[in-house]
């Protein structure tokens, strides 16, 4: 998909705005957000100019005019990426919006196909957005969009022949995601049939002993052919900074790149990364592109940050709902949301969640969990494993397959600041991570004697 480079940065609410055009020239809004060198920062200028805050660990003041109460919202782009078995349409609004869906029978009559319609209340259309998108990957025909009525805009999506879909928003920017699964949907496994595992469940911080019995995957022999790896962040988002200037997006790329070498030599798996540069990639694009990859594991790979600047070690999360306040806080700022926003994002998650590879991806945790702990506690004795979590991270959101987020260290921590800045730590990262990987390789390739 063709991205143009037009971007502009916005102070708003501790996040930096990029505005670029993706698809057919059609403006996209895409959040970033990055601590400051000084939190020390906010509290000087707040004195001198009221308008300013500069720091993300403290609030930041928009300077956007709030549009007035009775104003339509613009419904600015549809994005989509495929394979045989799945799509995801992405409708980008221009704030946040009223929406319903339905699906509609064929109607050979009026030769209209099935479709599955959007309606976006107390919105209009861009210009840009008059001519039908092209789809025709065996389940969507095409995505057209009209101006309804005066207040509401349609978004049409021609089916050719679907099993199953989702509709859900995500926020900041506010945008509507449309999965579309076939019939050759990939493997999904029924609750039922994971009975015999641990129901997964917020660890508190505690890692939890890995159950005995083996899962499905385990007793169909289900191997482990391809690996997506997500290096967070990029480009204008630089993710967490540290106090002495080392950048989330640099340490999590390099060990992308050396857990992508790493696990292609030694599982023979394909191995696919959602960024390989310093590229800006949306939330839903990565997980858009492990499922169009038909992969079998995700894992996204972050450093951790923290206004506690003495807090420290590594931990490992799946997608799951949580009480949680830390957990909710790190979700917030991996989201690019306000923690406001995240009950909100949870009550609306909840099916969705409900129907995700929750217990496979809480196994996958708690063994990458506890080989990257034990492999770094060789050489660095003082490391804190801080176990396993379930929390709503966006980039988890509709994946296929099991998938984790892994946060290697603090680097608003000076002390693990200045390891993530070794190649050493940066290698034993890499280790203890694949090995972790590899194990559960090796458990899920085990067939039920």
Known sequence: ????????????????????????????????????????????????????????????????????????????NIRYWSNPNYTRVVID??????????????????????????DIGKA????????????????????????????????????????????????????????????????????????????????????????????????LGLKIKRIVIDAGHGGKDSGAVGKKGLKEKDVVLKIAKGLKETLSKETGAEIFMTRDDDTFIPLEERTAIANTKEADLFLSIHANASLNRKASGVETYYLDLTNDEVAIRLAARENAVSSKKMSDLQYILNDLIKTSKTNESSRLAEVVQESLVSNLKVKYSDIRGNGVKGAPFYVLVGTHMPSILVEVSFISNSKEEDRLSDDRYIREIIAGISSGVKEYVKMMEVALE
């Open 93 to 118: 609004v221009s704030r946040e919006a009223i929406f319903t869906h339905r699906l509609l029978k064929e109607d050979p009559a009026i030769k209209k196909p099935r479709r599955l319609y959007i």
């Open 1 to 76: 998909m063709k991205r143009d480079s037009k971007q502009y940065a916005v102070d708003r609410k501790g996040m930096e705005m990029e505005k670029g055009r993706i698809g057919e020239g059609v403006k996209n809004l895409s959040p970033i957000h990055r601590f400051s060198d000084s939190p020390f920062r906010f509290v000087i200028l707040s004195l001198v100019v009221f308008l300013f805050a500069s720091s993300t660990y403290a609030a930041k003041t928009s300077y956007a005019k709030t549009p007035p109460k009775n104003a339509l919202v613009k419904v600015t």
């Open 124 to 219: 209009n259309l861009s210009p840009s957005l008059k001519q039908p998108i092209p789809i025709n990957d065996g389940l969507l025909r095409m995505a057209r969009a009209g101006q309804y009525d005066k207040n509401t805009v349609r978004v049409v999506l021609d089916i050719e022949s679907i099993e199953d879909y989702k509709v859900f928003p995500l926020s900041e920017p506010f945008r509507i995601v449309v999965d579309v699964m076939g019939k050759g949907k990939v493997r999904s496994l029924p609750p039922q049939a994971l009975s015999g595992g641990q129901e997964p469940s917020d660890s508190g911080g505690r890692s939890k002993p890995i159950p005995d019995k083996p899962s499905l995957a385990q007793q």
